[in-house]
């Protein structure tokens, strides 16, 4: 293995993320190309996390936008604080000020609202940037993005046009909700962020829950892996198993707890729809429980 | 003479452009930079870093680690059977032959061909080639990719409820009292909600029974592509009875949605009970169904074990409760098969009657589909 990739590995170890080669190696080609990476994967597999654990791992401010439905360029990138602009305006009546002067000071800066997206270009040091669930967003705004994840800069009308002054590294999420623009992924590199296998999901569990039992922690992972084979609607992700071997952990438990009856109470952590708690017959339970707990 | 590593990997961008990947020249000078940067060859390093750069969505991301070991590691390859493009066009069966000239750089290419030209070529011959005569796996799913795609597009004829615009009828108090403050408090830039043309509610209705087997993968990507793009889509499958299945077709693996239909599809050997399967959809899933907005896209040839009359009735029931029944039938695009060969029973309550045997035919269907109703088109 290259000695990049090893020590992106260890960093990215060192913030509690256990990253592949393969992503180890994204990830510094991201840092080498300064392009957006566009992370698609089922939601729970870790893409939201890979950008805090980039964040840590090089020493840089995480700045966070979620899309949704509706976003727009207000709530992303900026908005002027008219409250406070009427108000300046108010105090200036009796200036002495030119108007071109007045006008300029209420146009500047200082009546901005920054939002994540302009927060990201004017931070003085590459910070990095969590475009979350891209998928979300109306089509709109994905064009919008274009230019930023291009040129890196930002129009203001009224102010003119904005640069970075530190290439932000951009993160792009996507559940696939919907499909994105050709555009959109011409701009980024690409990576699949599958389920882990089941000696990187034990590796993620020790790390996060580093006073679990290791026999604890080889049995839920077993138990996870199984149950994702399952034909269900929502496959629990990292996140579920974290949190089940939490509760688990909390039980005071070192080994999964038999019969099904006593373990189907902390289910509900692992699995979050009606659909699959009806599918989920105790019979099926017991399979995988002696599945997870055979030596 | 071998060629340097920049042209090998000029070379290799265009082999994955004839596979269909949208690569650019910006990334194909990245491409160039990640080769300088690694001046020891280290083929798995190298895979890892091209991937990255180099796919766009999930599926090429699943293609891309074998066309790599196709090109660069040729002796490692089985050679590979042309495709029935490849057979079809001179030009493209060049291109096949050209493959695995990574490492060994001494292979000559022919013509330089635009990538474009063939592309458009190879589309346009396979979307007319009837999908029971493709013999040839690649093609079979090419075109199967392809009718997902143009599936898939139907989310960009039909569009969400409602919008703001700078024209309509209705104001956006909200959105036009925020942007009046710019103006003292003065309306200047009234802000209006436009209501969006209504996305119709997909409820697909695919035939997997023993006469459809020959056209099942291809319609099942279809229907995939339709409930991806459609947000409220409803997805069942019959044979001699009805499965719901939307869950599984918003699989994002292709292969495990055809391998668990499979297996689904045990008693295909049965017969096919469409006017009994219509009525399963009538009885335990009517709440799916709305009047204004439900377009039900039926996939069947129309052989049905079930009497005709059975049919027509069951085909009425549901045409009171739906706004709009479109059937493709594979069926249609056979010679001296026309829809005057669906039960007269059954055609009187058909709004839409179209073959789905080609990419065309597929193209065709998602128009109508996404199309207001209007007069019958049969």
Redo the contacts between chains.
């Keep these: 293995m ?1 000695d990049s ?1 090893m020590s992106m590995q260890s960093r990215l170890a060192a913030a509690g993320y256990v990253a592949e ?2 992503l180890a ?2 990830l ?2 991201l840092l ?2 300064e ?1 957006p ?1 566009l992370v ?1 994967g ?1 939601a729970g597999v870790g893409k939201t996390e890979l950008a805090k654990a980039l964040a840590t791992a090089t020493d840089s401010r995480l700045i966070r936008l979620q899309c949704y439905e509706g976003l727009d360029v ?1 709530t992303a990138v900026y908005e ?1 604080n ?2 406070r ?2 108000l300046a ?1 108010k105090l200036q009546e009796t200036s002495t000020d030119s108007l071109e002067d007045r006008e300029d000071s209420i146009f500047s800066e200082r009546y901005l609202l920054p939002r994540p997206l302009l927060l990201a270009i004017r931070e003085q040091r590459s910070p990095v940037l969590l475009i979350d669930e891209i998928d979300r967003a109306d089509e709109a705004f994905e064009a919008y993005l274009l230019e930023l994840l291009s040129d890196f800069q930002i129009s203001i009308p009224e102010l003119g046009t904005l640069s970075a002054r530190a290439l932000p590294r951009v993160i792009l999420t996507s559940n ?1 909700m ?2 994105l623009s ?1 555009a959109l ?2 701009r980024c ?4 962020l599958d389920y882990p296998s089941l000696d990187k999901e034990l590796d993620i569990v020790r790390a996060r829950l580093p006073d679990i039992d290791t026999r604890l922690a080889s049995q839920v992972v077993r138990f996870v892996q199984s149950l994702r084979e399952l ?1 269900l ?1 929502k496959k629990p992700g990292i996140a579920e198993t974290l949190d089940w071997a939490a509760a688990l952990m909390s039980q005071g438990a070192a080994s999964l707890p038999t019969p099904a009856a006593t373990l189907h109470r902390t289910l509900s952590c692992l699995i979050k729809t009606r ?1 699959d708690q009806q599918r989920l017959q105790e019979s099926e339970i017991d399979r995988l429980l002696s599945r997870a707990i055979a030596p | 003479m071998s060629d340097s590593p920049s042209r090998r990997v000029a070379r290799f961008v265009r082999e994955l452009r004839r596979d269909g990947f949208g690569i650019g020249a910006g990334e194909t000078l990245d491409a160039l930079r990640v080769i300088r940067a690694n001046p020891v060859l280290d083929v798995a390093r190298i895979r890892r870093r091209l991937r990255s750069l180099l796919c766009r969505d999930h599926a090429e991301w699943v293609r891309f680690p074998e066309l790599f070991d196709r090109y660069w590691l040729p002796a490692a390859q089985q050679e590979q059977p042309l495709s029935a493009a490849a057979r079809l066009d001179p030009r493209l069966r060049r291109q096949a032959r050209s493959v695995g000239t990574g490492l060994a750089g001494t292979a000559e290419l022919g013509e330089d061909l635009r990538s474009t030209g063939a592309g458009a070529g190879r589309q346009a011959t396979l979307s007319r080639i009837d999908y029971r005569f493709l013999t040839d796996a690649r093609a079979r799913r090419e075109i199967e990719r392809l009718a997902e795609r143009l599936a898939r597009s139907l989310r960009h004829r039909a569009s969400r409820r409602r919008r703001i615009e700078v024209r309509g009828r209705r104001i956006h108090l909200r959105k036009t009292l925020r942007g009046s403050l710019r103006h003292a408090g003065l309306p200047v830039h009234p802000r209006y909600l436009t209501r969006r043309p209504q996305t119709p509610r997909l409820v697909l209705i695919q035939d997997i029974s023993h006469s459809m087997a020959q056209y099942t993968p291809l319609l099942t990507r279809f229907c995939r592509g339709l409930l991806r793009a459609a947000r409220d889509a409803e997805a069942f499958v019959f044979h001699i009875e009805l499965h719901r299945i939307t869950e599984l077709y918003r699989e994002r693996d292709a292969d495990e949605v055809k391998r668990r239909l499979d297996g689904m599809n045990r008693l295909w050997l049965g017969g096919t009970r469409i006017a009994r399967s219509l009525s399963s959809v009538l009885c335990d899933h009517a709440e799916r169904l709305s009047p204004s907005r439900t377009v039900v896209v039926m996939l069947s040839d129309g052989f049905d074990s079930d009497d005709a009359d059975d049919l027509g009735d069951a085909l009425a029931r549901l045409r009171r409760r739906v706004r709009r029944i479109v059937w493709l039938s594979p069926a249609l695009g056979r010679e001296g098969i026309s829809a005057q060969d669906l039960p007269e029973q059954a055609r009187a309550h058909v709004d839409v009657l179209l073959p789905a045997h080609d990419l065309a035919s597929l193209s065709w269907a998602v128009t109508c589909i996404a199309r207001e109703p209007g007069a019958r088109s049969w």
């Design positions: 290259n990739t080669d393969d190696s994204t510094e080609l080498e190309l392009r990476l698609e089922d207000d002027w008219y409250p602009q009427l305006i696939g919907r499909e050709d992924r011409r590199l690409y990576y699949f034909d609607r659909d």
